[in-house]
């Protein structure tokens, strides 16, 4: 009768962690966000040719946690933790223009951040599922007034990245 109601017990708890548990999202790798990047400035049409070469941060407000899940927050929370980058690889983002040319084309890093206009961005911040992008942008001139700034949110709908909310943003 014991070793009945043991393994009864033990059957249950294995059906339960089986069926009832939702496994471990796996962690984005480096490789993985810029390829999901390159994807949304094609779809989004971002024309960048500079990028400061360290990027920023990007901290979720709790306007921003309303867009998620708590367990998609603390996915990406750990990778802001723990950045995946923390300076631009060299011949890694794409420039999208008219003439795009895949393996050709690519934002140049600056490593001067106050001279001319310079793009400053964080590492996106992706969703578990890989459907929602976080990134925060800068583009400044360098001339006390002209620049913008803004986190914005980015969904893959049908395949495609669409920009759908922009949080703190500002223009000047």
């Given at each position: 009768?014991?070793?009945?109601?043991?393994?009864?017990a033990?059957?249950i708890?294995?059906?339960?962690c089986l069926?009832?548990?939702k496994?471990?999202?796996?962690?984005i790798t480096?490789e993985e966000?810029y390829?999901l990047?390159?994807?949304?400035i094609?779809?989004d049409?971002?024309?960048?040719?500079?990028?400061?070469?360290?990027f920023?941060?990007?901290?979720?407000?709790d306007e921003?946690?309303?867009?998620f899940?708590p367990?998609?927050?603390?996915f990406m929370?750990a990778?802001?933790?723990?950045?995946?980058?923390k300076?631009?690889?060299?011949?890694t983002?794409?420039?999208?223009?008219?003439?795009y040319?895949?393996?050709?084309?690519f934002?140049?890093?600056?490593y001067e951040?106050d001279?001319?206009?310079?793009?400053?961005m964080?590492?996106?911040i992706?969703?578990?599922?890989?459907?929602k992008m976080?990134i925060?942008w800068?583009?400044?001139?360098n001339?006390?007034?002209g620049?913008?700034?803004g986190?914005?949110?980015?969904v893959?709908?049908?395949?495609?990245?669409?920009l759908?909310?922009t949080?703190?943003g500002w223009?000047?």
């Amino acid at each position: 009768m014991k070793n009945s109601l043991f393994f009864l017990a033990i059957g249950i708890t294995t059906t339960c962690c089986l069926f009832g548990c939702k496994p471990a999202p796996k962690p984005i790798t480096e490789e993985e966000a810029y390829t999901l990047l390159n994807e949304l400035i094609l779809d989004d049409t971002l024309v960048m040719r500079e990028i400061y070469y360290r990027f920023d941060s990007l901290t979720l407000s709790d306007e921003m946690k309303k867009e998620f899940t708590p367990e998609e927050v603390a996915f990406m929370e750990a990778q802001i933790r723990k950045p995946l980058a923390k300076e631009l690889k060299p011949r890694t983002i794409n420039w999208f223009h008219k003439d795009y040319k895949p393996d050709q084309d690519f934002v140049r890093p600056i490593y001067e951040a106050d001279s001319g206009f310079v793009t400053h961005m964080s590492f996106p911040i992706i969703s578990p599922d890989r459907k929602k992008m976080l990134i925060h942008w800068t583009t400044d001139c360098n001339c006390l007034l002209g620049g913008s700034a803004g986190d914005y949110l980015y969904v893959k709908k049908n395949g495609r990245w669409k920009l759908v909310r922009t949080f703190n943003g500002w223009i000047s």
